[in-house]
């Protein structure tokens, strides 16, 4: 997250919070978008670990409770999604965590090269890493371990500063998608960039709509692409949508919008994983950043797609 909406906010919540306006932190839905999905839990989680937080990317396995979760300040965390038997969120805990990310010296990374934004959980357990501050992807073979960075285009060095690789998605067949958070100007449209058989090309774009802008992305298991984004309403905090497209070669189909919400609504999410239920529905899990601030909170925010 680019440090001015950051600063933006925190004092927006601050002056909403002791002039006793707005409320911080909503328990319910005001708004659902076009009512193809259905609001299920606001998930506020906490660890006594001073590295809690921060977090912007979300994988799951496919039981909807095994998951890796990355820190914007360059740690993996691994966990246990306890849910009751409405399958609704009760407790959460850590595996692993946190463990430092490394270059490919097994060096910690710095702030700078270390600003982890998408993760991306492969079949065999190991993960695949985006950033933005030195935009690129790394695979992490082991968690802790030294980093294997995929190849870098030339156009990734050009990418805004704090606006680059927020988004990050494996389809089954193990090919990776990922795209800026923002695309140079208002017209332009985000590039979605792949990498399949050890090389990248950028087969398509996905049109840019007003404010909103990419930060997360999941392929689900129906096989299609899932876009979470976001849009900063300044004093009235975050706004965040998703919508879902077709992927067929080359090609990418037009987007439908599956859930917008009002400002204010839920913190600032960032990262989203999709999956499938015991019922067969289709569940968006996301995971809201913190930014470290006490004007935010750590959660997990869960919608079920309509059938």
């Not at 090609?251 to 913190?267: K, N, S, V, W, Y």
């Amino acid at each position: 997250m680019s440090k001015r909406p950051l600063r933006t906010l925190i004092v927006g919540l601050a002056l909403a919070a002791v002039l006793g306006t707005l409320p911080l932190w909503p328990m319910a839905p005001a708004q659902a978008g076009q009512d193809r999905a259905e609001f299920l839990q606001a998930f506020t989680w906490s660890h006594p670990d001073p590295a809690f937080g921060g977090f912007s990317a979300l994988d799951f396995a496919d039981d909807g409770r095994s998951f890796v979760t990355v820190s914007d300040r360059t740690t993996i965390w691994r966990g246990k999604l306890q849910r009751d038997a409405a399958g609704r969120i009760v407790a959460a805990s850590f595996t692993s965590g946190p463990v430092r990310l490394h270059d490919s010296k097994g060096q910690d990374l710095g702030r700078f090269s270390g600003d982890s934004e998408g993760v991306a959980l492969a079949r065999d357990g190991s993960v695949f890493v985006s950033f933005e501050g030195m935009a690129r992807v790394v695979h992490y073979p082991q968690d802790g371990g030294p980093a294997k960075p995929l190849p870098r285009p030339a156009a990734f060095k050009q990418f805004q500063l704090n606006g680059a690789l927020e988004s990050l998605a494996i389809a089954a067949d193990g090919t990776l998608y990922t795209m800026p958070e923002r695309s140079g100007s208002r017209t332009a449209p985000f590039p979605v960039w792949r990498f399949r058989n050890g090389e990248w090309s950028q087969p398509f774009s996905i049109p840019r709509e007003d404010d909103w802008l990419p930060v997360g992305a999941d392929f689900g298991p129906d096989g299609r692409f899932y876009l979470l984004e976001r849009d900063f309403w300044g004093l009235l905090g975050f706004r965040s949508r998703v919508q879902v497209f077709e992927i067929k070669g080359d090609r990418i189909g037009p987007g439908t919008e599956l859930l917008r919400t009002t400002a204010g609504l839920h913190d600032n999410l960032e990262g989203l994983a999709v999956w499938r239920d015991t019922q067969g529905a289709i569940r968006l899990t996301m995971v809201a950043d913190d930014n470290f601030n006490a004007f935010q909170r750590s959660q997990i925010v869960e919608y079920r797609l309509s059938r």
